[in-house]
């Protein structure tokens, strides 16, 4: 009979240790496990199609691009697309894709790339409708070495390593937009 009251005393301080600690995680309504910081009072998100402005960057990226970042978020928030006037809004366009050599060795006495590097920025204008100081705009890259015996139409074809160049332009836009990082 101790046992159990001992046992109910524990339970009983460990339920008051856990409330504040529970209070402080849903007290200011817009923290998140999945690391966003979005308000609750935003709803929806609108990407309109991020034009191609590179003149190198191959036809599909504009496209493939807008899909694979309304996927990221779609994935990652609990925000519902809309065609246009989301409470976020981003909008921008492809504005570099540079292949170019990245470093430059010696062969047979003449210098030439030991690899290539292709380079990816993109313009974002973000729109927060809700909270206009956390608007921005800012120019994302990210870059990828290959092989210098690949050229820039093996690369294009190389769509896995496109995208994961674009996918961490993606991931930053996210984290700078809705994580606050």
């Given at each position: 009979m101790?046992?159990?009251?001992?046992?109910?005393g524990r339970?009983?301080?460990?339920?008051?240790?856990?409330?504040?600690?529970?209070?402080?995680?849903?007290?200011?309504g817009i923290?998140?496990?999945?690391g966003?910081?979005?308000?609750p009072?935003?709803?929806?998100?609108?990407?309109?199609?991020?034009?191609?402005?590179?003149?190198?960057?191959?036809?599909?990226?504009s496209?493939?691009?807008?899909e694979?970042?309304?996927?990221y978020f779609?994935?990652?928030?609990?925000l519902?697309?809309?065609?246009r006037?989301?409470?976020?809004q981003?909008?921008?366009?492809?504005?570099?894709?540079?292949?170019?050599?990245a470093?430059?060795?010696?062969?047979?006495?003449?210098?030439?790339?030991?690899?290539n590097?292709?380079?990816?920025?993109?313009?974002l204008?973000?729109?927060n409708t809700?909270?206009?100081k956390?608007?921005?705009?800012?120019?994302?890259?990210?870059?990828?070495?290959?092989p210098?015996?690949?050229?820039?139409?093996?690369?294009?074809?190389?769509?896995?390593s496109?995208?994961?160049?674009?996918?961490?332009?993606?991931?930053?836009?996210?984290?700078?937009s809705v994580?606050?990082?």
């Open positions: 101790t046992s159990n009251r001992l046992n109910q339970r009983r301080a460990l339920g008051l240790l856990a409330l504040p600690l529970l209070g402080a995680l849903s007290g200011c923290y998140s496990f999945n966003t910081n979005i308000d009072a935003v709803k929806t998100l609108s990407i309109q199609t991020f034009q191609n402005t590179a003149p190198n960057a191959p036809a599909y990226l496209q493939r691009f807008t694979d970042i309304k996927d779609q994935r990652n928030t609990t519902k697309l809309v065609p006037d989301g409470d976020l981003f909008e921008g366009t492809i504005a570099a894709y540079d292949f170019a050599p470093a430059i060795q010696q062969a047979g006495g003449l210098p030439g790339a030991g690899a590097r292709l380079t990816v920025q993109v313009q204008r973000f729109t809700k909270n206009n956390q608007d921005f705009e800012q120019t994302f890259q990210s870059q990828k070495d290959f210098s015996t690949q050229d820039i139409a093996t690369v294009n074809n190389d769509l896995a496109v995208r994961e160049i674009t996918r961490n332009i993606i991931s930053d836009m996210f984290n700078k994580a606050n990082w």
